[in-house]
């Protein structure tokens, strides 16, 4: 059965979206705001999200981004906002499908089934244990022996990279276009230099670092 998480802050939109999804066989889970709904999500692992971008804590936007951080599960928006410019924001943010309150409830159903269709195998994980150390992609949080260590913008943007290809060579081209961009493809001092930073956090002992590893010459491997 396909599972369905839906987050949207209207009770009747909810409990409409319930009834016609469990009528057709869809297993619903339901979040009232955007941190219930990131937390729903790295728990049940659905197969479709559902997520409206006017919620009371977070905008959709940063849910949808929070969710990528870890997961390719096909996203589709349910929003009032119906100006392009918002639409590309969530476009990019990594949304697969926009619908525009008010909408045919036949319409969204066919686009979810168009979703569920394109979704791949779920292997993502929510995060990344290390033994010492936990990356909590789905938090966007890191761990060293329970306790949370305090990352800068760019220093966690790096260490997702590497733990969303957990145990892969990543090269240097890549991480450096992933973090800051196509247009710093050779700038590979940046990565000496954000590298040392996460060993002094996150390494027992930085200059022999268990965990990131250097491949001479190609790239960077988390282990």
């Given amino acids: 059965m396909t599972s369905v998480l839906v987050v949207d802050d209207e009770p009747g939109l909810l409990r409409a979206l319930r009834i016609n999804l469990v009528a057709r ?19 049940h ?26 997961s390719a599960v096909p996203i589709i928006v349910l929003s009032a906002r119906d100006q392009e410019a ?30 569920a269709r394109r979704a791949g195998p779920a292997h993502d994980e929510p995060q990344v244990d290390l033994g010492d150390v936990v990356v909590d992609l789905a938090a966007k949080q890191v761990r060293r022996d329970g306790a949370e260590v305090r990352l800068t913008p760019t220093e966690w943007q790096l260490l997702e990279v590497l733990a969303r290809n957990h145990g892969k060579l990543v090269t240097q081209r890549q991480l450096l276009q992933d973090v800051w961009g196509p247009g710093y493809g050779t700038e590979t001092h940046y990565l000496r230099v954000f590298m040392a930073q996460l060993r002094r956090k996150l390494e027992i002992e930085p200059s022999r670092p268990n965990h990131l590893i250097t491949e001479p010459g190609a790239g960077y491997r988390l282990v």
Avoid at 103 to 113: C, D, N, P, Q, V
Wanted: charge should be negative.
């Fill in 25 to 43: 066989d869809y297993v619903v889970h339901t979040a009232t705001d955007g941190r219930e709904g990131l937390r729903a999500a790295a728990q």
């Fill in 45 to 70: 692992r659905p197969d479709v999200v559902i997520v409206d971008l006017g919620l009371p804590d977070l905008d959709g936007a940063d849910v949808i981004r929070g969710i990528r951080g870890w």
């Fill in 86 to 115: 918002q639409k590309v924001v969530a476009l990019d943010a990594g949304a697969d499908d926009y619908v525009t309150k008010p909408f045919g409830m036949e319409e969204l159903l066919a686009r979810l089934r168009a979703a």
